[in-house]
């Protein structure tokens, strides 16, 4: 039997994935899950994140955190408000393997954002 380091689960010995919390025995597969990269206060600012990382090759992935319901005018998240569209916290997640180069990224154009400089403003 297999156990899994995450969970403790005995799983069978040719396990790839653990049953009972889907870690994955294989470091390969591991590198190709989807991570958290930042929570954004509004779609707004997730879509510029995830602009910026999509033009520099990164997969990206972006979705409100915690339950949504379909149908209805019921959102399960405070801050979503139906009636003024993508309002609240949207979560952006990147791959694994593009997390630390994501990051870099992240960190440069927040860097540039905060100075209030860019390139194209001594053009």
Request: with cysteine.
């Amino acid at each position: 039997m297999k156990e899994c380091p995450n969970c403790g689960y005995q799983n069978e010995d040719n396990a790839k994935i653990c049953v009972n919390c889907g870690y994955y025995f294989d470091e390969i597969q591991k590198n190709f899950e989807w991570v958290l990269l930042k929570t954004c206060e509004n779609e707004f600012e997730a879509e510029v994140l995830s602009n910026l990382l999509e033009t520099n090759g990164i997969k990206t992935m972006m979705k409100r955190p915690g339950p949504m319901r379909s149908g209805g005018l019921v959102i399960d998240n405070i801050g979503a408000n139906p009636f003024l569209g993508p309002t609240g916290n949207f979560d952006v997640f990147v791959m694994r393997v593009d997390l630390k180069e994501a990051k870099e990224l992240m960190k440069a154009y927040e860097s540039e954002d905060e100075n209030g400089t860019n390139e194209d403003d001594n053009a």
